[in-house]
């Protein structure tokens, strides 16, 4: 009770004063709304103040009490309003609001954003700057609670809840408003914040305006030396301050902060305050002017009148003020309406800018009862009196539990009442109270009382993304994370829980400072009975208790428990079996029971274990000490299991290692249905099966291989016994049986439940077996547990049993489907036979070289000519891709998938999957694909972008195995795909997951389905009266009535019964278009009619007379005219065998009248019927060039109407006949004709499909007639578009959109007219056209589909980048521009642009903003003179990227053969492909013997020079060229690839190796030194290899023997047994004619029959026979050629021969592993480091060619390290970075100044790739090297030879002067 005292001093023992008697009582009077009688009143006042009144006193008195009353109102949120000054005090501070505590027990909230201007401007820089600044400092750092601040009354609003809430302001701007600059008077206090820091001190914002206020530093110091130790003020720090001069009318403020001086100051008469700006906080010296019973009323400032409500009064003098008393008050809060002033004359509030001391009471949430009332305020509140005498104020909403219940009687003074106290008001020093008696009863009133562990009740608030919000108590809320909603992830929370719901939650962790609550539902966290670890000091080793997996890492998992304690369960501690990936088994959130094996609480460290040894067998057994075990084999245990037989129904097996038989069911051998039955197939006796589950131990053992049951055992997740099971479980089982009214479920510890019917799914249930099978695994949930009957129901409803997010489920389950049929492979490749060792091999995405076999009936084609006879290969007629195909035809198709049962491979001849694109692609990216194949759990489709193939599962869960026909994909459909992985695996697919089902798309060019005639329907009416027999027969007369009419025909009932039929056809002889000949006849006519058929009811066919079924067919009759006229019928052709023979009888372009049966809206074309028996098909697309008739076709065509239409052709399931309303369709050049977008190419243009398989396309020039920015952005697949065919030059077409095309009458304006070759340019014409790539000499522009031009950089922009990257940034593929032609030449077909503004008129291409230096007239020209002179390589390169679009069908003939790229990239389309043939080698051979060895070279390497052969060396380095014309090819030198189609005339024999061209050492130096010969003997085989040509020339060229036959070959290779050449021709004769074994058997041949001394012959067939295996043969077969080449050849020729075979056919995977082997085998050789350096940048690697350079000096010996240098500097120059090339050049020869080698290399880089300016500076350098004369005069050769090539005769003469220098002063030295 003493601390009860101190907390409330007021009131206590002491004898009362008589003024203050008076006072209380009368406070208990009035408080009671006159509820007590007149009598009572006046007696007491009779005994208390004397003399009695009279009545009229009395009525006036208690009037005046109501006034009084009402004056000393409580203030309250309702009579709070916007604009009100008041002051507060700091109760709570947080990073973004600070919490206030107002006057009367009232709440307010200050934003971050309220403080001031300044505080506001730092907050937004650090916005923007999105990091943190440092000057700017966090709201706890500036405000702590006890602060008293004057705020500004913002808004008052109500919140969600509806309560109300007040928002305050304390930005000097609003509070110090009202005050005007010439206001301001010395000694006047004021708050403000600081503003910023300068030199002599702060500039304060005191919010007065036209103001400026400043702190002197000085004045600062005093004060920050007592409060912050001398630290510095902060921006938006707050100040209590005193103004101590003013100067210029107010216009500049100096204050002061000391404490002195702030703590003394009184507002005073001299400081001018009026009611409108007299502000809260100023302490003022008043006189009481009247005292009542509410407070006091007291004068101030001579002219003011406040009022002193009677909690502001000092609590020691409570009673005994008096009038005319001198008080010191301080403003509490002035109403801006009413003026009036409310004060307090509490001490703590006398002394400015000193703190509340007492923020809190120590009794907060104490429950008191019997508290009784001391006063009650009208709809503000009531007091109450404390057991220790002080008072505690109660608000008006917390006196009862709601408005509507409450009682102004029952709070008479002296009525008592149960209360809590719930707060505390620092401002009234008050207690404040409640009496609802939800806050009574609450179990937590605030943060503080949760504890983590504890168990709380709440109710559900709402459902979010980031979990579920729970009100626990009043003011405590706490969030359940998505992961703690159940013991298993919950997919749609929403459905469990519900908004109002009372739950059980336990509390995982609470921050009370900053009001943060998490919580759990997951039921076994929840109800756990085991010690909860809420600190490490809590974790005793050997202690078991419940937490919930947080993270699964490679190395086990991370456990986490209550107050953010965690510990790892290390791999090892995971299962008593090993686990190798965690992931599979676990996953976060997954509840689980551990035990703790160590903890080091001081590094809070823990280390758990999931072994629990509370098995006492488990633990004997651990332990080391148990005997031998009653049973071999128990439940729940992993066993390996060796296959013994195969029976019916699975496998007989011997459980290892003590051979007890055991039995494992099919279904019992995957978690995927289908993958059971083909492991059974695969697996055969001798096999060995490991980590098998014991499902049954008693009699026979049964075993089970579901990895989903051995994880869920493995991590304790098979409940034993009914008494572990409790609802809301997930458990882990397999179907057990499957009955009418629902499926039992076993699960692996033998116990079982029922999932009822209604449980089994969330679709309706019509057949439990439509659902699942027995055997399936499934996960099922607890619903309900009857341990007394031992019974228990399960949910197998996805939305009950989610395992997790749906996309890592059902990646999870593809992954596990796949690994499985990997293991599947690998059974199969260990089987004998060829076939199936084939068939393993085999993965989706390989491409095969295959020949038709044979076209079945329903549009499928099967092929032969696999890689080994007997294997099946089909397309479907979807795979067909609309090919026309015939036996024998030999075709390209990729792999889709492998049936390991049926043993047939699928495969597709599409040619986007062919020709498929390699393009970087992203993980976690949505891709759109197309459905290509699909299995019974996954699904294989290929991306639109690049056709590469991936997989995704079509299921998502275990349980998710029904689907309705419309939720089922199909071939051709059109999917999103997310990617889980960039690159396929070993199965050769990517890994995906497909996107939601709203994303996918109907099939787009719809193939028509397998069946001929899926549509045919039957009329009821026919099929009635089909019973009866007939007599009838061809030609007879006969009388019916009709009975109804359809579409397309007449139902007749003929004499005896028997119903007959009239076609439409068969009705007029002459129809007009546009009717219905139906619509002639009329229900209940009779009419005559001619038999002219008889059709079979069931076969829907015509049947001879002489058919014995004839006599029950139905009639078909006639009613023409000219039918009925005597002998004047003709019988229909009813002897065809199918009906394609029936339309044959119509040709192509004939016309044909036809009777509409329907729109197939599905299949998008019109359904006719010419004859009875003879059926068309309108494609929409051929029904009108209109678009309106093709967006609602049916409004058009009426059902019954008779057509006009023309013949197409067959269709191509030879059934019906094609049509036509829109005349003949060909699609010749000039032709309009409708299409259907199919797919759009960003910068290209889009592909159209037309009727029957037919494709165009049309670029972006021909999209419109007027060019745009975004040409492309109008058309989406299926958009119809009509185009212009402008060639049919190939396969597909070249179409035009342009409405100048297909609409010429319209005669359109043409703004962008259109360019197909250079002559429909001229010179000074301004066109528009799109960037097509920026290079490194210039822009280059497309103003056409083949015309490109070359706008050089002086010419493209009037600034100078410095950096090129700038014209990248600016001008990207496909930017819009005009550009001027500047010139043209048309022998090189070489177009000059320039974009500049002065030529095109338009805005110069790089914005003015970026701030580049203009480019000056003299350096234009300069710079174009340079660009023009760098060589005639660029124009040579742009010449031949004319020419390659031109004959583009040419290049992509040559690219299918050798398997390049279909269009190669632009720049790599200008090198050329071409190696050197016999004579260039001979000729760089003389060169090489002219310029001889050097007698005194540094070096003591060779240096010739040469002119023209830039580009020979070019060649060596290339790994992707394009192949030139056939004839130009010389295709024996076998380096970089291999061609069949070598003309005889380009043949010659190989002669030694050459040296590469180059100018360093070369590389084949070590071969050479092993062959040298002297001079008599090179010349002697010289002669020799002359001789040897000229005679097979003789014989091949002579017109009289032409090799015709394999005869002819055998002839001439029994006259030149050792000639390659031959050989190879002979190879390439068979090959023509895809006879590839006997092509491998004449490679065999030549290579027994060369000579062994020939070895580069034998090399050059040995290379062949790799190519041929290459390109034709399997990677099996590759290898073993491969490896017996290696044997029987130098190895490292052999493998340089085959990396480059692997690169030419861009096998780049393969070429990358064979490098490496290279790279360890052949580590001395620098060769292989310098080709694999080419490879590694021609892929533009170019990080990894710098690594392998760095290995490849590490492993060369030192006398290596220059020459490979500067291979790779060159390399680096040619494929990748200039910069760096020259970089690595100038490092070398600092090093090394006179390697003349390098010098020339580095000469010839810089002609080919520098500047002029760059090789003269080379030049000049390398002239004045001090150099052996022969050195000295080769250098001063080339570079004369440079300078009369590209400079002046100035420049000429100048190096002529420096060389006679050199001379002269080399003779002057030797004279000396």
């Given at each position: 009770m003493a601390t009860l005292e101190e907390s409330f001093p007021r009131g206590g023992t002491r004898k009362a004063h008589k003024s203050e008697k008076a006072f209380q009582q009368s406070v208990e009077q009035d408080n009671l709304f006159d509820i007590t009688t007149e009598e009572e009143s006046t007696k007491r006042k009779k005994s208390q103040k004397g003399p009695a009144k009279t009545k009229k006193l009395k009525i006036e008195k208690r009037e005046n009490i109501k006034l009084v009353k009402e004056k000393f109102e409580i203030l309250t949120v309702e009579t709070l309003c916007e604009g009100m000054r008041i002051l507060g005090c700091v109760k709570e501070v947080s990073d973004l609001e600070l919490v206030i505590s107002l006057p009367n027990g009232l709440k307010g909230f200050v934003q971050v954003t309220e403080i001031c201007d300044a505080y506001t401007k730092k907050l937004n820089e650090q916005v923007a700057q999105e990091e943190p600044l440092k000057d700017l400092v966090r709201l706890p750092e500036l405000f702590s609670p006890g602060m008293l601040v004057r705020c500004v009354v913002s808004s008052v609003g109500i919140t969600e809840k509806g309560k109300k809430s007040v928002k305050l302001s304390l930005n000097p701007r609003n509070v110090n408003g009202v005050l005007s600059a010439e206001a301001l008077k010395p000694g006047m206090l004021l708050t403000g914040t600081v503003s910023s820091l300068e030199d002599h001190g702060y500039l304060v914002d005191i919010g007065v305006s036209g103001n400026r206020a400043f702190l002197p530093l000085q004045k600062a110091q005093e004060d920050t030396r007592q409060k912050n130790k001398g630290a510095k003020l902060k921006v938006g720090q707050y100040l209590n301050c005193v103004v101590e001069e003013v100067k210029s009318s107010g216009g500049v403020v100096s204050l002061s902060v000391g404490h002195s001086e702030v703590s003394t100051a009184i507002a005073t008469e001299e400081q001018n305050w009026t009611l409108n700006n007299l502000l809260p906080g100023l302490v003022v010296k008043g006189q009481v002017q009247k005292v009542t019973p509410f407070g006091l009323t007291v004068n101030f400032l001579s002219y003011f009148t406040g009022l002193v409500d009677f909690m502001h009064l000092e609590p020691k003098k409570t009673g005994t003020y008096f009038s005319n008393q001198a008080v010191r008050a301080c403003i509490l809060f002035i109403h801006p309406r009413t003026r009036a002033v409310r004060l307090s004359l509490r001490p703590v509030f006398l002394q400015p800018g000193r703190p509340l001391t007492r923020l809190s009471c120590q009794h907060l949430g104490a429950?008191?009862?019997?508290?009784?009332?001391?006063?009650?305020?009208?709809?503000?509140?009531?007091?109450?009196?404390?057991?220790?005498?002080?008072?505690?104020?109660?608000?008006?909403?917390?006196?009862?539990?709601?408005?509507?219940?409450?009682?102004?009687?029952?709070?008479?003074?002296?009525?008592?009442?149960?209360?809590?106290?719930?707060?505390?008001?620092?401002?009234?020093?008050?207690?404040?109270?409640?009496?609802?008696?939800?806050?009574?009863?609450?179990?937590?009133?605030?943060?503080?009382?949760?504890?983590?562990?504890?168990?709380?009740?709440?109710?559900?608030?709402?459902?979010?993304?980031?979990?579920?919000?729970?009100?626990?108590?009043?003011?405590?809320?706490?969030?359940?994370?998505?992961?703690?909603?159940?013991?298993?992830?919950?997919?749609?929370?929403?459905?469990?829980?519900?908004?109002?719901?009372?739950?059980?939650?336990?509390?995982?962790?609470?921050d009370p400072e900053a009001k943060k609550l998490m919580m759990t539902l997951k039921k076994t966290l929840v109800e756990s009975r085991l010690p909860a670890i809420t600190c490490y000091a809590d974790a005793k080793p050997g202690l078991q208790t419940h937490g919930f997996i947080l993270r699964v890492k490679d190395c086990g998992c991370i456990v986490k428990f209550y107050n953010d304690v965690q510990g790892l369960v290390p791999k090892h501690e995971l299962s008593a079996e090993y686990i190798p990936a965690p992931e599979t088994v676990f996953y976060p959130g997954q509840v689980m029971k551990v035990v703790v094996l160590n903890c080091e609480p001081a590094k809070e460290r823990m280390l758990l274990s999931f072994k629990l040894l509370s098995d006492p067998e488990a633990k004997k057994e651990r332990e080391g000490g148990s005997q031998k075990k009653r049973r071999a084999v128990h439940v729940g245990q992993l066993v390996d299991v060796k296959v013994v037989e195969k029976t019916e129904d699975g496998l007989e097996v011997a459980v290892l290692p003590h051979s007890i038989p055991g039995f494992l069911p099919i279904p019992h051998l995957s978690d995927h249905v289908p993958n059971g039955p083909l492991l059974y197939h695969w697996l055969q006796a001798g096999d060995t099966l490991h980590r098998v589950l014991c499902l049954q131990s008693e009699g026979r053992v049964l075993l089970c291989r579901k990895p989903a049951l051995v994880s869920a055992v493995e991590g304790g997740q098979d409940p034993k016994s009914f008494s572990e099971i409790h609802p809301g479980m997930l458990l882990m089982g397999f179907v057990k049986s499957i009955k009418d009214y629902g499926v039992f479920v076993q699960f692996p510890s033998g116990l079982s439940g029922l999932a009822p019917k209604a449980a089994m799914s969330d679709k309706f249930v019509t057949s439990t077996s439509d659902h699942f099978v027995e055997g399936q695994t499934v996960v099922a949930k607890v619903t309900n547990v009857d341990e007394e009957k031992q019974r228990m129901l399960l949910s197998l409803r996805l939305s009950d049993c989610t395992l997790g997010d749906v996309a890592t489920t059902s990646l999870l389950l593809l992954s596990q489907c796949l690994e499985e049929l990997q293991g599947v492979r690998s059974l199969m490749s260990n089987r004998d036979s060829v076939l199936i060792q084939t068939l393993a091999e085999m993965t989706p995405g390989m491409i095969l070289d295959l020949e038709v076999q044979e076209v079945l009936e329903d549009g499928s084609v099967v092929f032969g000519g696999g890689p080994v006879p007997g294997l099946v290969l089909r397309a479907s007629r979807y795979h067909r891709a609309g090919q026309e195909v015939e036996s024998g035809q030999k075709k390209k198709a990729v792999v889709l998938n492998v049936d390991m049962l049926k043993l047939e491979v699928h495969v597709s001849l599409c040619q986007d999957l062919v020709n498929r694109k390699h393009k970087k692609l992203k993980k976690g990216s949505e891709y759109q694909a197309t459905v290509q194949h699909l299995e019974e759990s996954f699904a294989i489709a290929s991306l639109v972008e690049t056709s590469q193939l991936a997989a995704f599962s079509l299921t998502s869960h275990l349980n998710d195995t029904f689907?309705?026909?419309?939720?089922?994909?199909?071939?051709?459909?059109?999917?999103?795909?997310?990617?889980?992985?960039?690159?396929?695996?070993?199965?050769?697919?990517?890994?995906?997951?497909?996107?939601?089902?709203?994303?996918?798309?109907?099939?787009?060019?719809?193939?028509?389905?397998?069946?001929?005639d899926e549509d045919e329907e039957s009329d009821p009416a026919l099929v009635v009266g089909t019973v009866k027999k007939h007599t009838l027969s061809i030609g007879d007369m006969v009388t019916g009535t009709v009975k109804s009419i359809k579409a397309t025909h007449v139902v007749v009932t003929l004499e005896d019964g028997v119903i007959g039929c009239i076609h439409a056809s068969n009705i007029l002889d002459d129809v007009p278009v546009g009717t219905s000949p139906t619509s002639k006849l009329k229900v209940g006519k009779t009419v005559t009619a001619r038999v002219i058929g008889g059709r079979d009811v069931k076969t829907y066919k015509f049947l001879p007379i002489s058919h014995p079924r004839f006599i029950r067919t139905i009639p078909e009759l006639s009613v023409r005219p000219s039918e009925l006229e005597k002998d004047g019928h003709t019988a229909l052709n009813t002897h065809s065998v199918s009906p394609s023979e029936k339309i044959k009888q119509y040709q192509a372009g004939q016309t044909v009248t036809c009777f509409l049966k329907r729109y197939n809206v599905v299949k998008k074309w019109l359904e006719v019927e010419i004859a009875p028996d003879i059926r068309g098909r309108i494609p929409l697309l051929l029904t009108s060039l209109s678009f309106k008739v093709l967006k609602h076709p049916d409004k058009k065509f009426r059902i019954g109407q008779a057509l006009n239409a023309t013949v197409v052709g067959p269709d191509s399931c030879k059934a019906f006949l094609c049509l036509s309303l829109i005349g003949p369709h060909k699609l010749e050049k000039g032709e309009v004709a409708m299409g259907r977008v199919v797919k759009v190419t960003p910068n290209e243009g889009l592909t159209v499909s037309f009727p029957f398989g037919k494709f165009g396309r049309a670029s972006i020039f021909h999209v419109s007639d007027s060019y745009s920015e975004t040409p492309l952005e109008d058309f989406v697949p299926q958009k119809i578009v009509r185009c212009c065919v402008l060639s049919t030059a190939g396969h597909v077409l070249t179409l035009s959109l342009r409405s100048s095309r297909t609409n010429p009458e319209t005669k359109s304006k043409i703004e962008d007219p259109e360019i197909n070759s250079i002559q429909d340019i001229e010179e000074g014409q301004l066109l528009r056209g799109y960037v097509k790539a920026v290079e490194p000499h210039g822009v280059l522009f497309s103003l056409g589909p083949s015309v490109v031009g070359l706008a050089r950089y002086s010419h493209v922009s009037q600034y100078s980048p410095s950096k090129k990257a700038l014209y990248s940034r600016y001008l990207p593929e496909g930017k819009l521009l005009t550009a001027k032609i500047l010139s043209l030449n048309h022998k090189r077909s070489l177009v000059r642009l320039s974009f500049l503004p002065s030529d095109t008129g338009k805005p110069d291409v790089l914005p003015a903003s970026i701030g580049l230096p203009l480019l000056e007239q003299e350096e234009r020209e300069t710079e174009t003179e340079r660009e023009d002179q760098k060589g005639n390589e660029v124009k040579k390169n742009q010449k031949r990227k004319e020419k390659n679009q031109k004959g583009q069908e040419e290049v992509k003939r040559l690219s299918e053969e050798k398997s390049e790229p279909r269009q190669p990239q632009v720049k790599k389309q200008g090198k050329r492909g071409r190696l050197e043939s016999g004579s260039e080698q001979e000729r760089v051979k003389k060169k090489q013997k002219k310029a001889g060895p050097s007698e005194e070279d540094d070096s003591g390497v060779e240096v010739y020079y040469r002119e023209g052969e830039?580009?020979?060396?070019?060649?060596?380095?290339?790994?992707?060229?394009?192949?030139?014309?056939?004839?130009?090819?010389?295709?024996?030198?076998?380096?970089?690839?291999?061609?069949?189609?070598?003309?005889?005339?380009?043949?010659?024999?190989?002669?030694?190796?050459?040296?590469?061209?180059?100018?360093?050492?070369?590389?084949?130096?070590?071969?050479?030194?092993?062959?040298?010969?002297?001079?008599?003997?090179?010349?002697?085989?010289?002669?020799?290899?002359?001789?040897?040509?000229?005679?097979?020339?003789?014989?091949?060229?002579?017109?009289?023997?032409?090799?015709?036959?394999?005869?002819?070959?055998?002839?001439?290779?029994?006259?030149?047994?050792?000639?390659?050449?031959?050989w190879l021709q002979y190879m390439a004769f068979h090959l023509q004619a895809t006879e590839i074994e006997k092509a491998r058997a004449v490679a065999e041949r030549a290579l027994k029959t060369i000579s062994f001394r020939e070895e580069q012959e034998k090399l050059n067939v040995w290379v062949a026979l790799l190519n041929l295996e290459n390109m034709y043969g399997s990677q099996e077969s590759l290898t073993k050629v491969f490896e017996r080449a290696v044997q029987y050849n130098e190895p490292l020729k052999v493998f340089l021969h085959l990396a480059d075979i692997y690169t030419k056919s861009e096998k780049f995977q393969e070429a990358g592993e064979l490098y490496n082997r290279m790279l360890k085998r052949f580590r001395q050789e620098k060769a292989v480091w310098i080709k694999y350096g080419s490879f590694l940048l021609g892929r533009g690697q170019a990080s990894a060619s710098h690594r392998v350079l760095q290995r490849a000096l590490e492993c060369l010996p030192q006398k290596e390290h220059v020459d490979v240098i500067a291979r790779f500097a060159q390399l680096d120059f040619q494929l990748g970075d200039k910069e760096r090339a020259k970089a690595i050049f100038e490092n070398t020869l600092s090093t090394y100044p006179k390697r003349t080698d390098v010098w020339s290399v580095y000469i010839d880089m810089t002609i080919k790739h520098g500047t002029q300016k760059e090789v003269r500076d080379i030049f000049e350098r390398v002239i004045h090297l001090s150099l052996a004369p022969k050195r000295m005069k080769f250098f001063f050769k080339r570079y004369l030879d440079y300078e009369k090539q590209h400079g002046t005769e100035k420049d000429v003469q100048a190096v002529k002067a420096k060389a006679l220098e050199y001379v002269e002063a080399k003779s002057s030295v030797l004279e000396d």
């Open positions: 429950v008191l009862d019997d508290l009784p009332v001391h006063g009650f305020f009208n709809k503000a509140g009531a007091t109450f009196k404390l057991k220790d005498g002080a008072l505690a104020y109660a608000r008006f909403s917390h006196l009862s539990n709601s408005k509507n219940v409450f009682k102004p009687e029952i709070f008479k003074p002296g009525n008592t009442h149960k209360c809590r106290i719930i707060d505390y008001s620092p401002m009234d020093e008050l207690a404040l109270l409640s009496l609802r008696t939800s806050i009574i009863e609450a179990q937590y009133l605030s943060y503080h009382d949760t504890k983590p562990g504890a168990v709380v009740k709440g109710t559900v608030l709402t459902i979010k993304p980031y979990g579920m919000l729970v009100k626990v108590g009043e003011q405590i809320r706490g969030l359940v994370p998505p992961m703690h909603l159940a013991d298993i992830l919950m997919k749609n929370p929403e459905k469990k829980y519900s908004v109002g719901d009372e739950v059980k939650c336990r509390v995982l962790v609470c689907h309705f026909d419309s939720e089922k994909l199909q071939v051709g459909q059109g999917v999103s795909l997310a990617l889980k992985a960039t690159q396929p695996g070993v199965t050769g697919l990517i890994l995906a997951v497909e996107g939601p089902a709203a994303k996918r798309t109907m099939r787009q060019t719809r193939k028509e389905s397998e069946t001929v830039e580009e020979i060396e070019e060649m060596t380095v290339l790994p992707k060229e394009k192949p030139a014309k056939l004839t130009e090819v010389p295709r024996l030198q076998l380096s970089s690839g291999f061609m069949w189609d070598v003309g005889l005339d380009s043949l010659t024999p190989a002669l030694p190796p050459r040296r590469e061209s180059s100018d360093s050492e070369e590389d084949e130096k070590p071969h050479e030194a092993t062959k040298k010969k002297n001079k008599k003997e090179k010349a002697l085989e010289k002669q020799k290899a002359e001789k040897e040509l000229s005679r097979i020339e003789e014989a091949l060229m002579d017109p009289r023997r032409q090799p015709e036959s394999a005869d002819d070959f055998d002839r001439l290779v029994l006259s030149s047994p050792n000639s390659s050449i031959l």
